[in-house]
C-alpha cells in the first residue's frame, strides 16, 4: 500500500476525479477528509469507502468561505490528529470571454478555482511542517497551458494554479513536495452538459482515440501524493491522452 497511515484531504471528492482519487487513496491506505459543497456525493463517497473497510469523514465545505475552509482543517486534524496530503482538486466556472463574464462569475471562478487551493495550503502547511513532510497534489487543466475559446477566468484561474505551485514548492522545499496535474479531457459532472455527438469529437482529437476517465487522472494523484514520485516539486504533469501534444488541422479531423 502506498498511502498507508496517511491522511489525505480531498477537495470536490463528491464526483468525478475527487471522488476517484478518494477511493483510491483508501484503498491505498490512506485515512480520507472528504469536501465538497454536495453533501448527498460527498457522503456517498465516504459510505463507498466505509463499505470497503476504509476510514473517511465527509466535512461539507463551501471553498468560497474562509471560515469553512479553516474549520474543515480543524475537522481534520481534531478527528484524525494529522494530515500528510492536500488534494486541492474542486472547481467551478463561469464560460464566458473577457467581455462576456460578469465580475461576480470572474470573482466565483477564481474563488473556488484559486484562492481556495492558497487558503487550503494555508491551513495544512503549518500541520505537515511540523510533523515533517507533506505532499500537495493540484489538479489544473491543459488549459494552463493552451488557449481555449470562452473560458477566461477559468483559464486564468489554471495559469495561477501553475505559478502557485511553483511558489509553494519553492518555499516549503525540502519538506513538502507540491505538484499539478493538467488533466486533458475527462467525463465528469463537468461535462453534464457536453452531447453525446460532441464528446466522441472530442476522443478522436486525441491520438489515444479516447477521451479520459477519472480513474486516468486519480493514478497520477496517487503517483504524485505517494514516495514514488520523491524527486518531484514544483512540477506539472500533463495527462491528455495527447490532446494537447499535437496539431490537427481541420481537413486532418475530416479525412481520417
Ligand atoms: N473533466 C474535465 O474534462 C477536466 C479537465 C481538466 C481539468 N479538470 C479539473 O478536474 C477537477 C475536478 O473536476 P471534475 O472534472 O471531477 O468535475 P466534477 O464536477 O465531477 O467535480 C467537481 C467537484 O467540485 C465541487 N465543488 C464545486 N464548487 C464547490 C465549492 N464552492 N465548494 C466545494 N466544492 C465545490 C463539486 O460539487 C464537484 O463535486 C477540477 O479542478 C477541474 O477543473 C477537469
Given at each position: 500500500?502506498?498511502?498507508?497511515?496517511?491522511?489525505?484531504?480531498?477537495?470536490?471528492?463528491?464526483?468525478?476525479?475527487?471522488?476517484?482519487?478518494?477511493?483510491?487513496?483508501?484503498?491505498?491506505?490512506?485515512?480520507?477528509?472528504?469536501?465538497?459543497?454536495?453533501?448527498?456525493?460527498?457522503?456517498?463517497?465516504?459510505?463507498?469507502?466505509?463499505?470497503?473497510?476504509?476510514?473517511?469523514?465527509?466535512?461539507?465545505?463551501?471553498?468560497?468561505?474562509?471560515?469553512?475552509?479553516?474549520?474543515?482543517?480543524?475537522?481534520?486534524?481534531?478527528?484524525?490528529?494529522?494530515?500528510?496530503?492536500?488534494?486541492?482538486?474542486?472547481?467551478?466556472?463561469?464560460?464566458?470571454?473577457?467581455?462576456?463574464?460578469?465580475?461576480?462569475?470572474?470573482?466565483?471562478?477564481?474563488?473556488?478555482?484559486?484562492?481556495?487551493?492558497?487558503?487550503?495550503?494555508?491551513?495544512?502547511?503549518?500541520?505537515?511542517?511540523?510533523?515533517?513532510?507533506?505532499?500537495?497534489?493540484?489538479?489544473?487543466?491543459?488549459q494552463?497551458i493552451r488557449g481555449y475559446r470562452?473560458h477566461t477566468?477559468?483559464q486564468?484561474?489554471?495559469?495561477?494554479?501553475?505559478?502557485?505551485?511553483?511558489?509553494?514548492?519553492?518555499?516549503?522545499?525540502?519538506?513538502?513536495?507540491?505538484?499539478?496535474?493538467?488533466?486533458?479531457?475527462?467525463?465528469?459532472?463537468?461535462?453534464?452538459?457536453?452531447?453525446?455527438?460532441?464528446?466522441?469529437?472530442?476522443?478522436?482529437?486525441?491520438?489515444?482515440?479516447?477521451?479520459?476517465?477519472?480513474?486516468?487522472?486519480?493514478?497520477?494523484?496517487?503517483?504524485?501524493?505517494?514516495?514514488?514520485?520523491?524527486?518531484?516539486?514544483?512540477?506539472?504533469?500533463?495527462?491528455?491522452?495527447?490532446?494537447?501534444?499535437?496539431?490537427?488541422?481541420?481537413?486532418?479531423?475530416?479525412?481520417?
Open positions: 500500500m502506498l498511502l498507508s497511515g496517511k491522511v489525505a484531504v480531498i477537495t470536490g471528492a463528491a464526483s468525478g476525479i475527487g471522488r476517484e482519487t478518494a477511493l483510491l487513496f483508501a484503498r491505498e491506505g490512506a485515512k480520507i477528509v472528504a469536501l465538497d459543497i454536495n453533501e448527498t456525493g460527498g457522503r456517498e463517497t465516504v459510505a463507498e469507502i466505509g463499505n470497503a473497510s476504509g476510514d473517511a469523514i465527509f466535512v461539507k465545505t463551501n471553498l468560497r468561505h474562509k471560515d469553512e475552509i479553516e474549520s474543515a482543517v480543524q475537522a481534520c486534524l481534531a478527528h484524525f490528529g494529522h494530515v500528510d496530503i492536500l488534494h486541492s482538486n474542486a472547481a467551478s466556472y463561469a464560460l464566458g470571454s473577457a467581455t462576456e463574464i460578469s465580475e461576480d462569475e470572474w470573482d466565483r471562478t477564481l474563488d473556488i478555482c484559486l484562492k481556495a487551493t492558497w487558503r487550503l495550503t494555508r491551513g495544512v502547511i503549518p500541520a505537515m511542517l511540523s510533523r515533517g513532510g507533506g505532499t500537495i497534489v493540484i489538479t489544473g487543466s491543459v494552463a470562452g477566468a477559468y486564468a484561474a489554471k495559469g495561477g494554479l501553475l505559478s502557485l505551485t511553483r511558489s509553494l514548492a519553492a518555499d516549503f522545499a525540502p519538506t513538502i513536495r507540491v505538484n499539478t496535474i493538467l488533466p486533458g479531457a475527462v467525463v465528469t459532472g463537468l461535462w453534464d452538459k457536453i452531447s453525446e455527438n460532441d464528446r466522441e469529437r472530442i476522443a478522436q482529437m486525441c491520438p489515444l482515440r479516447r477521451n479520459g476517465r477519472p480513474e486516468d487522472i486519480a493514478q497520477v494523484a496517487l503517483f504524485l501524493a505517494s514516495d514514488m514520485s520523491s524527486y518531484m516539486t514544483g512540477s506539472c504533469l500533463v495527462v491528455d491522452g495527447g490532446l494537447s501534444s499535437i496539431i490537427q488541422p481541420q481537413w486532418e479531423q475530416t479525412e481520417r
